[in-house]
């Protein structure tokens, strides 16, 4: 069974950083993909940055872009989402993913969610 932890969340003012980290144990299998979701109350869970097993092909969302950072150490099966200059609106329960490099169907083990709370 494929598990999926993430840590680094928090409460961090207008224009601070966190870096959220996401661990995957349980032999994903081959060569998977990562990504990092986020969603706050009545909203779609929205998409905001995925990266390939090689870390060659990356995505990041237009709402975050230039201010997010997505990475990966395959030798810790870890992933990681610098976040800077963080605003308000970025305040969401952040989930990570395991899966195949693509849309957000292909990514099929979740994590429970970190929650990142950027104050004015």
């Known amino acids: 069974q494929v598990q999926v932890v993430e840590s680094g969340g928090g409460l961090v003012q207008a224009g601070g950083s966190l870096r959220l980290s996401c661990a995957a144990s349980?032999?994903?299998?081959?060569?998977?993909?990562m990504g990092w979701f986020r969603q706050t109350p009545g909203k779609e869970r929205e998409f905001v940055a995925g990266?390939?097993?090689?870390?060659?092909?990356?995505y990041v969302a237009d709402s975050v872009k230039g201010r997010f950072t997505i990475s990966r150490d395959n030798g810790k099966n870890t992933v990681y989402l610098q976040m800077n200059s963080l605003k308000p609106e970025d305040t969401a329960v952040y989930y990570c993913?395991?899966?195949?490099?693509?849309?957000?169907?292909?990514?099929?083990?979740w994590g429970q969610g970190t929650q990142v709370t950027v104050s004015s």
């Open positions: 993913a395991v899966g195949i490099y693509g849309p957000p169907r292909t990514y099929d083990y």
């Open positions: 349980g032999r994903p299998g081959g060569t998977y993909a």
């Open positions: 990266i390939s097993w090689s870390g060659d092909d990356t």
